[in-house]
């Protein structure tokens, strides 16, 4: 298949009458996929009502079907066509965080979406992007759009359009390229169905910030014990992982030194994910600085690039610095321990 690629200046006004956005809303309209910027990260949109464009997404992304997608609206009055009701505690959340990066999970209603999209499950998640470009194609082609992130399953997600290029030229209709997104993490994803609302997702929403609206919020019991099932089905899959082993590294620097130490001795070619407070402080082969830990919202606006980059630097073996698990923290160290696959190494 030939990818188009758009390249759209965000900050021009009236977007939704840009031949980008146009052409690429058209295609979305004959359900082919295309892979759009969002605050967060790059999404592979497609339309929610077709079997035939979710088929698409799964298959473009390689992703397993028992994973439902995040349905994309632009207007909150889109909701009333497939979900049930709207809880009160949902309600106070859209009105603080939409358009954001805040999932919510609401009762579906049947009959309007494809089963395909929300996996066959009684529910289903939706946000608003706060993304120019996002929301100028939503509103153009007026229909609700399912997006995953848009890189192959188990990579890191796209943050840059040469990202989704890697992953899906060929494989996909089309690419917007709107630049860098800003967040860098996913969005946070909330169960508001039934009594306290759960976090099973945490992401550019921090439960601070939500229970400052809702009050009492609880994390999935799967986040933290890795023996109980997660509620959100994707959250059990290996993700985000680079070409190299990656091992997080909870102790000293020395202790961090010792091990690269150890192995570069065996011959290895040895990475070490920092940030940029440190980053001329270790003696690995490859060093990257992955934002500022005195501001962890650049660490998430550049986890996934640099992920990314050590499979372009080529290396055999990664150790990384941990991070507080607080605020956007709560993110980052999700994603590392996935991209790790749970591998700590404890001083
Ligand atoms: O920031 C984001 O959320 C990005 C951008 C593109 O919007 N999208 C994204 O989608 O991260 P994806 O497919 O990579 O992750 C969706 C997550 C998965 O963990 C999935 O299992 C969960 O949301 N999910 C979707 N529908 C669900 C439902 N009905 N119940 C529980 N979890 C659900
Ligand atoms: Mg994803």
Known sequence: MNTKYWKVDNSVGNLEEYPQVLEASEFLK?????????????GLGGNAESDEAVGKIFQAKGRPSDNPL????????????????????????????????????????????????????????????????????LKSCQLPIAAPSANTSGKPSPTTGAHVLEDLNGKVAGILDGGATGVGVESTVIDCTEGIPVILRPGGITKEQVEAVIGEVRMDKALTDLASAPKSPGMKYQHYAPNAPLYLVNGSKLFLDSLVAEKKAEGLRVGVLTTEEQVGAYEADVVLACGYRSDLETVASRLYQTLRSFNDAGVDIIFSEMFPNEGVGQAIMNRLEKAAGHRVLVE
Not at 108 to 127: C, H, Y
Request: proline share 7%.
């Open 30 to 42: 004959k359900n082919e996929v295309v892979a759009i910027p969002t605050e967060t990260v790059y």
């Open 70 to 137: 995040i349905i994309h609206i632009a207007d909150k009055n889109q909701l009333n066509a497939f979900v049930k009701s709207i809880p009160d505690s949902a309600a106070q959340l859209m009105g603080a965080f939409w358009p954001g990066p805040l999932t919510i999970i609401f009762q579906k209603k049947d009959g309007t979406l494809s089963e395909k999209a929300t996996a066959g499950l009684e529910t289903v998640a939706v946000r608003m992007p706060n993304h120019p470009v996002a929301l100028a194609v």
